[in-house]
């Protein structure tokens, strides 16, 4: 029995076997529980933004990207944890519906403990992960719940269910050591970046890659498509946050050069990077490429470290025109532009290997991409007010918006029907 299918029951959502969805089932669509469970994952990045720029705007900047990137890393990897069972055995009854619950406790617990992770990474000396440790385990083990009812009622799963349970379990008991034993700072770094690689194979070590649970191609797409929308929301926070002092007296109405700069410069770079994400029909290609599920899964995580990177870039950028950042415009920029350049040369490099061809007119599209990127860092460096940097920042995911639109968007269909020519051949 399907989440879709009647119930008949003492209960509006009676428990149901978790037998498996159908991942060929048409019209799937993200659930009102995924998309509240998503709501969790917003207070995590945009803490994690809001942290990020600030330890920027001092100057910090290896303290910055460390906290950051272990910030980012440990959201994307249990929001992915979770959006890929539900796709596959999401049963929407009410014992499914408490374990989802008891997540995003989890991920509010984790989120709470961020500042206090960041605020230790600028101090040195230690890093302070055990609310993290704490919420993220709590996710976890609402994890286990789900997939221990999964190899009980879901005979077929049996094995890929047990094992991980197995590899998960074992991760969450090195967590807790790296979170709660004194352990010196390096061997803190090399057990988080050991961890972090069993996280990242628990797929391989548990199904042989993301083929062996019944995930829908269509549903995990979109799935993947409402978070990024989720962390592009971060540019849109980033320029709130940039413009708000900038707008001054008279209640907020006395708009400056710089203030208006800061918010086309933000909508306008958000409006773009959005453009050329959902340029890609990832459902589509996932179709004829269920093999590739788990680069398409993880391959996404610098992705969105790259979107929420841009939205502390562009709060970065408004505390500089405020006269509250230690750094220079040309640090300023770069806080911006590599992040948004991060975030399209991954988009590219997913594009390329899920399906299995290079573009040369891509190799001419990110040219100049990274070209406009590098002339604002120019810019910069030769004094240029950094409103107008900011702009020319904005224009770089429009070179991939104007390509697609004019010539990208016929040699994609043109491979996409030799995608699918291959495969049905």
Known sequence: MSATEPRGGRLAHSRVPMTGRDPRQPGRASTPLELLFDLTFVVAVGTAAANFAELIAEGRFGAAVTAFVLAMFAISVAWISFSWFASAFDTDDWLYRALTMLQMIGVVVFALGLPAMFHSVREGGHLELRAMVIGYVVMRIAMLAQWRRACRESPAFREVGGAQIRWTATAQAGWLVVGFVALPLPVVFVAFALLGV???????????????????????????????IITLGEGVVGTVASSGDLLGGAGGTHWTGNAVAVVVAGVGLTFGMWWVYFATPFGEVLVHRRERGYLFGYGHIPVFMGIAGAGAGLHVAGLRLEHHAEIGDVAVVLALALPVGLFLLVVYLLHTLLLSRADRFHLLLITGTLAVLALAVLLSAVHVPLAVCLLVVMLAPFVTVVGYETVGHRHQRHLLEALAARVTG
């Open 198 to 228: 069993l996280e990242l194979l628990l797929p391989v070590l548990s199904q042989g890659g993301a083929g062996g649970t019944p995930w829908h191609p269509h549903h995990v797409a979109e799935r993947y498509s409402l978070f990024a």
